[in-house]
C-alpha cells in the first residue's frame, strides 16, 4: 500500500523567510505525488503535482517541490512566505488502478509571522 | 471553474438518527470521493465511486453508505448517527489525477 508521511504538524516561519514543508512517502510502484493547501473554511485546492516528468514541479503562488526518489521525499518550499500563505497543507500520494483515489498524510499547518 | 456544492455548512444531529449529506459537481466527473476529515489524522476515505450505481468502499467505511443515481450528486448516508461520527466532511470530484473539493460539512453528532 501507498502511503505518505508529513513530518511536522505545525510550522513557523517569519513574514519573508523560507518555506519548507517536509513529505516522505512509501510506494512499490513509481509514484504519482501532490501537494494540495487548504485555506481557513474552505475546501483543499491543488497546488502541484508530480506525474514522473520533471523532478522539480512548480505550483501556484510561488510553491514547488522537488521529487527525490534515493530520498523518496517530495519536499515543498517557498523561497519567501507571505501572510497569505498561512495555511494548513496535505501532501498525497495516487493508489493504484484507474480510479485516481488519492492517500493523504495528517497535514501540516503552516504558520507565517509578520 | 469547477464547482462542488455540499448541501449544508454545518449540521448537528442526535445520536441514531439517519444522516444524508448531499454534493453534487457540474463538471461531468466520472469519480466522486467522499472524506472525513479530523485534527491530527488529515483527510480519510470513506467511500469512492467511479461511475454512476458503482462505489468501492475507501479506508473507513464502518457506518457509512454512500448513493449514486445520477453522475452529477453523490450522497453520503449514516444509517444510525454516533457521537465518533462528529467531523468535517469533504467531498470531491475528479478528472485525471486532479481533485476539486467542496467546502465541507462540519457534522455534530450529540
Known amino acids: 500500500a501507498q502511503s505518505v508521511t508529513q513530518l511536522g504538524s505545525h510550522v513557523s516561519v517569519s513574514e519573508g523567510a523560507l518555506v519548507l514543508l517536509r513529505c516522505n512517502y512509501s510506494?512499490?510502484?513509481?509514484?504519482?505525488l501532490f501537494w494540495y493547501v487548504q485555506y481557513p473554511n474552505q475546501g483543499l485546492q491543488l497546488l502541484l503535482k508530480?506525474?514522473?516528468?520533471?523532478?522539480l514541479v512548480k505550483g501556484i503562488n510561488g510553491f514547488e517541490a522537488e521529487f527525490k526518489k534515493s530520498e523518496t521525499s517530495f519536499h515543498l518550499t517557498k523561497p519567501s512566505a507571505h501572510m497569505s500563505d498561512a495555511a494548513e497543507y496535505f501532501c498525497?500520494?495516487?493508489?493504484?488502478?484507474?480510479?485516481?483515489?488519492?492517500?493523504f498524510g495528517k497535514g501540516t499547518l503552516l504558520t507565517v509571522n509578520p | 471553474d469547477v464547482k462542488v456544492t455540499q448541501s449544508s455548512r454545518y449540521l448537528v444531529k442526535r445520536t441514531g438518527e439517519k444522516v444524508f449529506l448531499e454534493c453534487v459537481q457540474d463538471m461531468d466527473h466520472e469519480n466522486m470521493f467522499w472524506y472525513r476529515q479530523d485534527p491530527g489524522l488529515g483527510l480519510r476515505l470513506i467511500y469512492f465511486?467511479?461511475?454512476?450505481?458503482?462505489?468501492e468502499k475507501g479506508d473507513i467505511p464502518e457506518g457509512y453508505s454512500v448513493s449514486r443515481e445520477k453522475k452529477e450528486r453523490f450522497s453520503l448516508i449514516l444509517e444510525s448517527a454516533s457521537t465518533n461520527q462528529t467531523s468535517m466532511y469533504l467531498c470531491?470530484?475528479?478528472?485525471?489525477?486532479?481533485?476539486?473539493f467542496g467546502s465541507g460539512t462540519q457534522l455534530s453528532v450529540l
Open positions: 465511486s467511479y461511475d454512476v450505481k458503482m462505489k
Open positions: 498525497a500520494v495516487r493508489s493504484g488502478g484507474s480510479n485516481y483515489k488519492l492517500t
Open positions: 510506494s512499490s510502484v513509481p509514484p504519482y
Open positions: 508530480y506525474t514522473s516528468a520533471a523532478t
Open positions: 470531491a470530484s475528479s478528472v485525471n489525477e486532479k481533485l476539486f
